[in-house]
């Protein structure tokens, strides 16, 4: 994989004791998904799908338990760990990557004043 933003770039072959190493263009390195057009869409794709299944998983149970407090823990622990971590280096610039975080926080916001009125 070679990190660029141009849209044209030399491409070289990569050898490790003369074996040459296949080119890929995303790779997962501690758990951040890593494009070679340094943009973090597919990433961000993933989060928030994942984000979303455990928000309907502490929806779907939430009929169990009624208390504020343990629901928020339920969604600190499940949710907002997802999209927060390492949001230093993937953070989105576009519009269009920060409503699709936001769509899930809002959600839950949306669901847990109906769950509690």
């Known amino acids: 994989m070679t990190f660029t933003r141009r849209r044209s ?30 943009k973090f869409d597919q990433h961000i794709d993933i989060i928030t799908k994942s984000a979303s299944r455990n928000l309907g998983l502490i929806l779907r149970h939430s009929k169990f338990f009624f208390d504020y407090d343990t629901i928020v823990t339920l969604y600190t622990a499940l949710v907002r760990s997802k999209l927060e971590y390492a949001c230093v280096i993937w953070a989105p610039t ?24």
């Open 9 to 38: 770039y030399i491409t070289y072959a990569y050898t490790l004791e003369n074996n040459n190493l296949q080119r890929v263009t995303n790779k997962k390195d501690l758990g951040v998904l890593f494009q070679e057009n340094l």
């Open 94 to 117: 576009s519009d269009f990557l920060i409503k699709k975080i936001e769509k899930v926080q809002s959600d839950f916001s949306r669901v847990l004043q109906w769950i509690l009125s």
